[in-house]
């Protein structure tokens, strides 16, 4: 055992039925750091770019990061890594919930499952004892019925306790492009990747592990771990009394509308009536929140544990976020706060991204609204605001079934098979997430330019665009911000801690907590530098499948429809602002290659 | 006297108590399945539960308990390091494991991690 790391890959090999556990290369932890970083090197290295995204060729990787289950505030995050079915680059996605430290106290920083199970398999890990085990009876289940089972098959309540597990639902095994792979209703949502698993037959893994992990400084680890919680605690965001604590991420709700950023009906326009009414965070507070959950680790907990009770809509789950509310919500005009909640309910369980769900539902209504569906093909009048189609056809994409089946293919594939692929919102076929790319220009530039489409993470500029009202229709700057975002974030997924952890780690915090867990003795400048090298693998990726200068954008909407509300009416995205400024701040050509120094400095080359 | 106060109601279930109490008795380890206090769930409940006494013998009555609707076996939420469960004991050997309250005078780690509130430490 090393430091914070546990320092071991599993390679299983599903074709053949078998595994290996190899040695974690530390030289590659040092330079990659772990999650996102060292999925993407092995993708690399491992897995020709123009492969079949859904054949045996695709690698798929489960890698987690040097603070996951180190007790570092937030420390629980996993990254899955393959290339992505949904738009053809590197796919990643990342989860919280207690799989990724489970993993590691078994003794296993990153599994690579290779090849493709002749019969629907689970994976086993027990610490060292492993097992594929056979999974036909858990195909067609869903993702909590998948947990409940596995749990039931082991021996006593106590290791069920203790077992986590993470799985896809009905979606992923029909290779669904927008399926999400499940751990107890947390998400590893984005480019598709549970169909990746669907595709090898890989129902789910379970892991157990007793052996825990060893930090390099226990006793500074722990006192900055404490010092950190006390501001957490106290904190007007993530604290007990704390907006994200009370409410969830849809504390942002009121923020997004104010700033005219929400994606209402399809990308259309930039705010909704809604918002601050029937979508309020204080009324699903009141009617529907049964209490905060916290993913391993977390300080914060802004999951919510939900029920619905509105007639049809009768469920209980978790969720929504915010991402959540406003996509299968407001883009898809829908102010039925049950009925969205309900749809996510439906995301959880099939296995589904909601923000892919909810872009591709509104799309469709869009196609339809405009004339270029008809009610027969899709089964329902799907008018924007039809609350029971949204729930009807979320239930119809996961399983595959009927108009569902179009629908499975995501936005894009969807809006060019009825001949309009401009209804389609979103970057490399990924759907856009629900912050507009016209009224904050940081984040189009962080959604054309990252690495795995429309992502509001990769470079998380809203905590940059919008607390300042007024600076996100400002282009000067922009690419800079952009740039250190994303190598920012790349760290951040790679160390195995949460997107909301910069707002109180940052830098010190994060460094402190890296090097004293770690025992290595990085400047914040060596974290950085990683974290560019991360951008550049992914990018180096991207480049050799295919991609190049021309798909760095967005769909037509945001950049040549002015937004006709809100305080950035009239905006488009002035991408060609700030896209040659962005290459040439990463050292690359005016078509977006990086040069030879450029790969050098990063070591590369 | 010096109590750890627990309320079920305001646990999100993050087991960050668990990996404090393992750090801060095992120095540079942290393993949640060697803390002295684990969180339990049931259904939408987080039930932190802190290691009580060693017992060699299983109870030979079996209780339910239920709190605000939610039924629970006693098990569960029951402190004792006994042989019918796999927790409270070092996982390599068996060794009964119980809460010590972090020394003299008490500072249990738990307590001071623990953001949402659910453990306080009181007097009474």
Redesign the interface.
């Known amino acids: 055992m090393g430091n914070a790391y546990a320092g071991q890959v599993l390679r299983v090999n599903l074709t053949k039925g078998d595994w290996e556990v190899e040695e974690l290369d530390m030289d590659l932890a040092e330079r990659f750091i772990g999650g996102r970083g060292i999925g993407g090197k092995i993708l690399f290295d491992e897995v020709d770019p123009n492969v079949d995204p859904l054949g045996p060729d695709n690698k798929l990787i489960f890698a987690t990061g040097p603070l996951t289950g180190t007790g570092a505030p937030t420390g629980c995050r996993y990254m899955v890594v393959a290339k992505s079915p949904l738009t053809g680059t590197i796919g990643y996605a990342n989860s919280g919930g207690y799989f990724g430290a489970e993993l590691k106290y078994a003794g296993y920083d990153v599994i690579i499952f290779e090849g493709k199970s002749e019969k629907p398999v689970y994976l086993s890990i027990d610490d060292d004892e492993i097992e594929l085990k056979p999974a036909s009876h858990l195909w067609g289940k869903t993702t909590t019925e998948t947990d409940a089972l596995i749990k039931a098959e082991l021996e006593d309540q106590w290791r069920a306790g203790d077992t986590r597990i993470a799985c896809i639902g009905p979606a992923g095994e029909k290779l669904v492009r927008i399926a999400a792979i499940m751990t107890e209703n947390s998400a590893a949502a984005r480019t598709g990747l549970a169909a990746v698993m669907g595709s090898k037959n890989l129902k789910a893994i379970a892991v157990r592990g007793t052996k825990g992990l060893r930090v390099a400084d226990g006793e500074s680890f722990r006192g900055k771990v404490l010092e950190l919680v006390d501001v957490f605690r106290d904190h007007p965001a993530y604290g007990q009394e704390g907006t994200m604590h009370v409410y969830g991420t849809a504390a942002g709700m009121a923020l997004g509308n104010v700033a005219g950023a929400l994606p209402t009906r399809n990308f259309s326009g930039g705010v909704f009536e809604a918002a601050e009414a029937e979508l309020d965070p204080q009324v699903m507070k009141d009617t529907t929140t049964v209490r905060p959950k916290g993913c391993f680790a977390c300080p914060i907990a802004c999951k919510r544990i939900s029920k619905t009770t509105a007639p049809g809509f009768e469920g209980h789950g978790e969720g929504p976020e915010f991402e959540t509310l406003c996509l299968l919500g407001i883009c898809c005009g829908v102010n039925n706060l049950q009925a969205i909640i309900k749809a996510g309910f439906i995301c959880n369980e099939m296995g589904l991204d909601t923000i892919s769900t909810g872009v591709t539902i509104a799309c469709a209504m869009e196609l339809y609204e405009r004339g270029f569906l008809t009610e027969a093909e899709a089964g329902f009048k799907l008018n924007f605001g039809n609350a029971e189609a949204l729930v009807a056809l979320t239930r119809k994409i996961g399983l595959r079934e009927g108009f569902g089946d179009i629908l499975a293919e995501g936005a894009y594939r969807m809006a060019e098979k009825y001949g309009h692929p401009e209804v389609f919102i979103g970057a490399k076929k990924m759907e856009m997430p629900a912050h507009h790319a016209r009224g904050l220009q940081g984040m189009g530039l962080g959604y054309a330019t990252s690495n795995r489409g429309a992502c509001h993470n990769s470079a998380m500029m809203s905590s940059a665009e919008f607390p300042a009202i007024g600076t996100g229709t400002i282009t000067e700057g922009k690419p800079q911000l952009v740039k250190t975002n994303q190598e920012l974030m790349a760290v951040i997924d790679s160390c195995g801690l949460c997107a909301f952890a910069p707002g109180v780690l940052m830098p010190e915090g994060i460094l402190l907590l890296f090097n004293t867990a770690t025992g290595l003795n990085f400047e914040w400048e060596d974290l950085m530098l990683a974290g560019e090298r991360i951008w550049n693998q992914e990018r180096l990726f991207n480049l050799k499948a295919g991609f190049t200068k021309a798909d760095d954008t967005v769909s037509r909407r945001m950049l040549e429809e002015p937004l006709p509300d809100g305080p950035a009416e009239g905006n488009v995205l002035r991408l060609d602002e700030m896209l040659p400024e962005y290459y040439r701040l990463r050292g690359w050509d005016e078509n977006g290659i990086p040069s030879e120094a450029k790969l050098a400095a990063l070591g590369l080359d | 006297m010096t109590r750890i106060r627990i309320d079920y109601?305001k646990c999100?279930?993050?087991?960050?108590c668990e990996?404090?109490c393992?750090?801060?008795h095992?120095?540079?380890?942290?393993?949640?399945?060697?803390s002295r206090i684990r969180v339990?769930?049931k259904g939408?409940t987080?039930c932190p539960v802190i290691a009580g006494p060693f017992t060699d013998a299983e109870c030979t009555s079996k209780l339910s308990v239920i709190i605000d609707g939610q039924e629970y076996?006693e098990c569960?939420i029951c402190r004792a390091s006994c042989p019918v469960?796999?927790?409270f004991k070092e996982?390599?050997n068996g060794i009964p494991l119980k809460c010590d309250m972090c020394g003299e005078p008490p500072n249990p780690?738990c307590v001071?991690?623990c953001?949402?509130?659910a453990l306080t430490l009181i007097e009474s």
């Open positions: 109601g999100t279930g993050c087991h960050h990996t404090a393992s750090l801060s095992l120095e540079n380890i942290v393993n949640p399945k060697r339990f769930t939408d987080f076996d569960t469960k796999p927790v996982p390599d780690q001071k991690w953001a949402s509130g």
